[in-house]
């Protein structure tokens, strides 16, 4: 299974990007997709997920400003990130709890990271 990330670079406070991900390999379901992201000198944090069902959970950070979706069929999912701030300047992951065909329990899948740069 592998999390292929692409999207984000540098962009002036105010701009946008779009983060995607596309999960790939001997899948059988995925429950949740989301994102983290992981400023230099903090801890990881969760930034937004969702789930099969179409439930969203954003950081109150982001709220509002950033958007997540996803293709079920095609086992992708978007960040549109609007309003940015330099606060939002991180290294984005993707990550995905889902279950390979063959085995009985989701597991946690990660992306390579993806650098968000906010800056003048």
């Known amino acids: 299974v592998q999390l292929q990330a692409s999207g984000g670079g540098l962009v002036q406070p105010g701009g946008s990007l779009r983060l995607s991900c596309a999960a790939s390999?001997?899948?059988?379901?995925?429950?949740?997709m989301g994102w983290y992201r992981q400023a230099p000198g903090k801890e990881r944090e969760l930034v937004a997920y969702?789930?099969?069902?179409?439930?969203?959970k954003y950081v109150d950070s982001v709220r509002d400003r950033f958007t997540i979706s996803r293709d079920n069929a095609k086992n992708t999912v978007t960040l549109q990130m609007n309003s940015l701030k330099a606060e939002d300047t991180a290294v984005y992951y993707c990550?995905?709890?889902?279950?390979?065909?063959?085995?009985?329990?989701?597991?946690?899948?990660w992306g390579q990271g993806t650098q968000v740069t906010v800056s003048s």
């Open positions: 990550n995905g709890n889902l279950r390979q065909r063959g085995t009985v329990a989701a597991q946690e899948y």
């Open positions: 390999g001997n899948i059988f379901s995925i429950n949740r």
């Open positions: 969702i789930t099969s069902g179409g439930i969203r």
